[in-house]
């Protein structure tokens, strides 16, 4: 079957657009909730959105995490981001957000989307196998009662 000359461009645009709209967009990681201690004030997440996707060392970043809670009128704690370089933990990250700057407040039951701006810089060390992050996310209602955690990892891309 004959493809018409003026739609061919129209293919190729199409086909081009499958491998380059994706990371244009961003995309979902795998994850996993990890234990909580307070399971009755519990943060169970259902999805990590990475964006630009793969991150590159020294840009300006989104990680936005939607989850489901079952408690009602928070307007306190704080989230703990840490960041760990693979396969090497030469460059790390640790930022603490406040509950409010990231969600909308007060936090009522049901579906919850946290958006977190980060800056993973480039380390003073170049690693030449450094592919991706491992990163941990903890919601804490006081310092030592965490009400959510997620881990995850993220792919970088190389050095230049």
């Known amino acids: 079957?004959?493809?018409?000359?003026?739609?061919?461009?129209?293919?190729?645009?199409?086909?081009?657009?499958?491998?380059f709209l994706p990371a244009?967009?961003?995309?979902?990681?795998?994850?996993?909730?990890?234990g909580v201690s307070n399971g009755v004030r519990h943060v169970n997440v259902t999805s990590v959105d990475v964006n630009p996707y793969p991150l590159g060392l020294?840009?300006?970043?989104?990680?936005?995490?939607t989850a489901v809670t079952n408690f009602n009128n928070r307007t306190a704690g704080n989230v703990l981001f840490?960041?760990?370089?693979g396969p090497s933990a030469l460059n790390w990250v640790q930022k603490t957000y406040s509950l409010c700057d990231v969600t909308a407040c007060p936090v009522t039951p049901g579906p919850i989307v946290f958006n977190f701006p980060i800056f993973i810089p480039r380390s003073g060390i170049k690693v030449i196998n450094q592919s991706e992050y491992y990163a941990e996310m903890r919601m804490y209602e006081r310092i030592v009662y965490p009400s959510m955690c997620v881990v995850f990892r993220f792919p970088i891309r190389n050095w230049t």
Do not use: D, K
């Not at 020294?58 to 995490?65: K, L, P, Q, R, S």
């Open 1 to 19: 079957m004959a493809i018409s000359h003026g739609l061919q461009p129209l293919l190729l645009l199409l086909l081009l657009s499958l491998f």
């Open 24 to 34: 244009a967009l961003g995309a979902f990681v795998n994850f996993t909730n990890c």
């Open 58 to 65: 020294g840009e300006n970043a989104t990680f936005t995490i």
């Open 82 to 85: 840490r960041a760990l370089s």
